[in-house]
Nanobody, 116 residues
């Protein structure tokens, strides 16, 4: 199993970024997938989940209405569109595979910095 995130960078408050996660080594369309973040000096925070068939989406309250999770099962890709970014969204963002309610494989993360 391999998960490789991309798309992070420096953005001003109010800006947008689109993160992607390229998945390989497993049958992507049979697993829920998640985004999790870790702000500097803080613990892990779950951000969003998506059903394997894209029929259900879940978000932590702090990103609802600003972030959109999606997936392309034909391309084995997970995405996170982040709009109206705030300084408190600054974090290392990980994608993770979810199996039986637990995240069993993680990528190495992509850094998002929101600053003026």
């Amino acid at each position: 199993v391999q998960l490789v995130e991309s798309g992070g960078g420096l953005v001003q408050p109010g800006g947008s970024l689109r993160l992607s996660c390229a998945a390989s080594g497993f049958t992507f369309n049979t697993y829920y997938m998640s985004w999790v973040r870790q702000a500097p000096g803080k613990g892990l925070e779950w951000v969003s989940d998506i059903h394997n068939g894209s029929s259900n989406f879940y978000y932590t309250d702090s990103v609802k209405g600003r972030f959109t999770i999606s997936r392309d099962n034909a391309k084995n890709t997970l995405n996170l569109q982040m709009n109206s970014l705030k300084p408190e969204d600054t974090a290392l963002y990980y994608c993770a595979r979810k199996a039986f309610g637990a995240m069993d494989y993680w990528g190495k993360g992509t850094l998002v910095t929101v600053s003026s």
